[in-house]
């Protein structure tokens, strides 16, 4: 696991932290709040709930199976099962496994690996070969442009679809830095029509989901800060030779995360923009 993937993990822990909700996405503000407004935890939730049916909306008509791939604790899942959907969930991590039959109540399938391991062989793990949906809300991070349109491609039938959210890349010179390990977009929309994909729809909601990271700034300045720094002046007093190996060894890197995690919101801007997109197999 690379160094971004780690931090952006290390990252989700603390949104999950400090949200209180089982929800692992961004939310989306409607409407959008003026630069006076106050963003509190409590606003986030409902911008949480509100995502789920944003991103639901998308979801055509005609279709009755989905692979929701990362999907987390099993939000969206829930509310495509009271849509009458057959759903099915992947991803390789244990607890998420735990947290989404829990939530489903047995109603859906969990298989606890990765997409491109689950693409190399689908009758290993599913009777459902082949899906009418595949889901990836907020999961692209973690694969390439080529798997997930050659992977989609694979596991669904002409006619079928892909349903993307996620932050991508609209710079492809920022190479470096916590949002590095999102997907340019251009690189995204290459690789799907090669795959066979035709975007349907599209929605850039970007100003929707900023005031998220706004909060989470507002809050790591606050508190994340001011704990570091107490913890930092404790070692200080109490071992002062391990927080001189700490400062000289890590002080650098430590200060220019702290640096980063703070401007969160300006290289959003800057360099990202959030996109949801339907894509349909020709």
Same mark, same amino acid.
């Given at each position: ?188 929309? +290459?690789? =799907?029509?090669?795959?066979?994909? %035709?975007?349907? #729809? ?7 989901? /900023?005031? $998220? @990271? ?29 927080? +001189?190996? =700490?400062?000289?060894?890590?002080? %650098?890197?430590? #200060? ?7 401007? /969160?919101? $300006? @290289? ?15």
């Amino acid at each position: 696991m690379n160094n971004v993937i780690r931090y952006q993990n290390a990252a989700l822990q603390y949104y999950r932290d400090l949200t209180g909700s089982s929800y692992l996405h961004y939310g989306y503000w409607e409407p959008i709040p003026s630069p006076t407004d106050e963003l509190t935890v409590t606003k986030l939730r409902v911008a949480q709930e509100a995502y789920a049916t944003h991103l639901l909306a998308f979801l055509p008509a005609d279709i009755h199976s989905v692979l929701d791939v990362g999907c987390g604790n099993g939000d969206n899942a829930v509310s495509m099962i009271e849509k009458g959907l057959q759903v099915e969930g992947l991803a390789p991590d244990p607890l998420q496994q735990a947290n989404f039959l829990e939530r489903t109540k047995g109603k859906a399938l969990f298989h606890i690996d990765t997409f491109q391991e689950f693409v190399q062989a689908p009758q290993k793990y599913s009777a459902q070969l082949t899906y009418d949906l595949i889901l990836f809300s907020e999961s692209t991070q973690y694969m390439s442009p080529e798997m997930i349109a050659e992977g989609s491609a694979a596991v669904v039938k002409s006619g079928s679809y892909v349903l993307l959210a996620d932050m991508l890349r609209k710079d492809p010179e920022y190479k470096e830095g916590m949002f590095s390990n999102c997907l340019i977009n251009a690189d995204l929309h +290459k690789s =799907m029509e090669k795959a066979g994909f %035709k975007l349907v #729809k599209t929605d850039d909601i970007s100003a929707h989901i /900023a005031p $998220t @990271l706004d909060i989470c700034v507002q809050s790591f300045q606050t508190f994340g800060v001011s704990t570091l720094k107490y913890i930092g002046n404790l070692i200080a007093i109490a071992v002062p030779p391990i927080y +001189k190996l =700490m400062r000289y060894f890590f002080g %650098k890197s430590i #200060k220019n995360l702290i640096t980063e995690g703070l401007n /969160a919101s $300006t @290289l959003f801007h800057k360099h990202l923009c959030y996109e949801i997109q339907l894509w349909q197999k020709l």
